[in-house]
């Protein structure tokens, strides 16, 4: 397809892509379009390749085609994927907008994290990013940027179930904007001791503290008043050492100490 000076391939298998991405160094790649404000000269959607659509559904994870639409998604169910995952997709933009949008331009949108962020990091999702000869993995905690000349080919979802699983998105609904952020809680119990536990925000920044969740894993249930109040100053410290200054850090500090203490509060 050629407009003006542009032109929009349309791949139809992976070959296709690498080709094209091997033969013009300034190539866009993009799946529905929906968060891409300008096509560059030439781009080629990922949208119509059937080996990047879909997903496989296996005993301790899922993995998704990076073309398939967040509808898609959604059409699986909340049962059979993680319901924080669920919810997440279902509170994204509309539904017709949701029957294009994929899942691997949420992931890598530039600028400020998608709202898919926080329970795809959460869940200690894996990337996948290949080249004709080449395959990267790369856990999304360490996840910056698409490595040159890579494409987003597969999104490997842990599917371990967890005890409390909590969702909240900050900022407007179903739009991203300047003040949107995702916030995701997990915790596990055993035996009326707090097993394990995941505290992640993504935005504007990506904040997940291992020093803050391992001062409270090993609590034993219900937590004391003292016990939480503690959690909270934790939070809060390492919520002022890890997230950069912005002229939004002050109220989403506010907004995410009280999504953790409603969290917290949860724990029985
Ligand atoms: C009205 C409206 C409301 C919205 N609300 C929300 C919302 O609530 N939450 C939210 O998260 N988003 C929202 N969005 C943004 C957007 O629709 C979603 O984030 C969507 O998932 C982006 O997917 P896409 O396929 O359209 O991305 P695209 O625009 O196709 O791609 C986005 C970026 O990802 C790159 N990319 C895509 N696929 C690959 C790949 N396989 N390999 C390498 N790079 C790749 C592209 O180069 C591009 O830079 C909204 C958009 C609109 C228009």
């Not at 866009?28 to 404000?37: A, C, L």
């Not at 899922?62 to 319901?83: H, V, Y």
């Not at 003040?179 to 394990?196: C, G, R």
Request: overall charge negative.
């Amino acid at each position: 397809m050629s407009k003006n000076n542009q032109t929009i391939l349309i791949a139809k298998n992976l070959s296709d892509v690498f080709y094209h991405v091997k033969s013009t160094d300034t190539l866009q790649i993009f799946g529905g379009g929906t968060d891409t404000e300008q096509l560059q000269e030439k781009a080629l959607t990922i949208r119509a390749i059937p080996e990047l659509k879909g997903f496989d559904r296996h005993e301790h994870f899922i993995d998704f085609g990076p073309a398939i639409t967040l509808s898609e998604m959604i059409a699986i169910g909340r049962t059979n994927q993680p319901a924080i995952l669920y919810d997440a997709l279902e509170s994204i933009a509309t539904p017709t907008i949701r029957n294009i949008a994929t899942l691997g331009g949420n992931i890598c949108a530039e600028g400020i994290k998608h709202t898919l962020w926080a329970p795809l990091l959460a869940l200690d999702t894996r990337l996948e990013f290949r080249t004709q000869n080449e395959v990267k993995y790369i856990q999304m905690r360490e996840f910056t940027e698409i490595p040159h000349g890579f494409v987003l080919t597969k999104v490997r979802v842990p599917t371990e179930v967890w005890e409390v699983a909590i969702f909240k998105r900050i900022g407007p609904s179903h739009l991203i904007a300047n003040d949107s952020a995702s916030f995701v809680f997990l915790a596990d119990t055993d035996q009326s001791i707090l097993a394990n536990i995941r505290i992640v925000l993504t935005g504007n920044t990506v904040f997940r503290s291992l020093e803050l969740e391992n001062r409270i894993i090993g609590a034993r249930l219900p937590l004391s008043q003292k016990t939480r109040e503690t959690f909270i100053e934790q939070a809060s410290l390492q919520f002022d050492q890890l997230v950069p200054e912005s002229e939004t850090k002050t109220i989403m500090k506010i907004q995410f100490l009280n999504l953790v203490r409603y969290s917290v509060g949860q724990l029985s």
